[in-house]
């Protein structure tokens, strides 16, 4: 069975620090990895994927994640936070399916930035 | 970007009713729906995947004849919470696929029954 493993429940950084927010999967074959971000009261909002190819994967708002096989980690990283950055975030891991089956996820780091 | 809708946002019932919850894909096609459930302060949990002019498909443990889904479009999936139970109260949330682009996700319904 799949699963994700988000160890840091809660993460504080000051605005304008680097952030790194860890994720460990389990999965049988090749996985389909994401990070989505929930603000308070909102639906969730797709950061970054990865599906194959490179491993260093770039999405939205400034945030990369590292896909590393050997260690079954995404990662993901931001080089400078800002206090809007401030939300749950979630890793996900998903079938073969191109991202068409469901997702499992993690459960969630919830990031709090200090001015 | 892929916008998907959920409708009501905000929802309380009382006990023993049924309760339907729509998911719309507004500006694609969506031939699967997924249906979540949220707990507060914890994970999503997928509760079922629903593909048009099929039945839907239900996790383990997840019961089929209290979380009744329809796809009845390529834009429209409804969850039908019935004789619904304090128990039940939760933060449904259903996301849409293009395949190639993976899972929108709508705000979700926050459901309470008193």
């Known amino acids: 069975a799949q699963s994700v493993t988000q160890p840091d429940i809660h993460i504080t950084v000051s605005e304008g620090a680097s952030l790194e927010l860890r994720c460990n999967y389990s999965y049988g074959a090749t996985p389909y990895l994401f990070w989505y971000v929930q603000s308070p009261g909102q639906g969730l909002q797709l950061l970054l994927k990865y599906f194959s190819g490179d491993t260093l994967v770039q999405g939205i708002k400034g945030f990369e994640a590292e896909f590393k096989r050997s260690q079954s980690s995404f990662n993901l990283r931001k080089p400078s936070v800002h206090w809007s950055d401030a939300a749950e975030y979630f890793c996900a891991v998903g079938g073969s399916g191109g991202g068409a089956d469901g997702l499992t996820f993690g459960k969630g780091t919830h990031l709090i930035i200090q001015p | 970007g892929a916008v998907v809708s959920q409708h009501p946002s905000r929802v309380i019932c009382k006990s023993g009713t049924s309760v339907k919850i729509e998911c719309r894909s507004l500006d694609f096609q969506a031939t699967t729906m997924f249906w979540y459930r949220q707990f507060p302060k914890q994970s999503l949990m997928l509760m079922a995947t629903?593909?048009?002019?099929?039945?839907?498909?239900?996790e383990q443990g997840v019961e089929k004849d209290k979380f009744l889904i329809n796809h009845a479009s390529l834009t429209l999936s409804t969850l039908t919470v019935t004789s619904a139970h304090p128990e039940d109260s939760s933060f449904y949330i259903c996301s849409a696929t293009t395949t190639a682009e993976g899972q929108f996700f709508g705000p979700g319904t926050r459901l309470t029954v008193l």
């Open positions: 629903s593909n048009e002019g099929s039945k839907a498909t239900y």
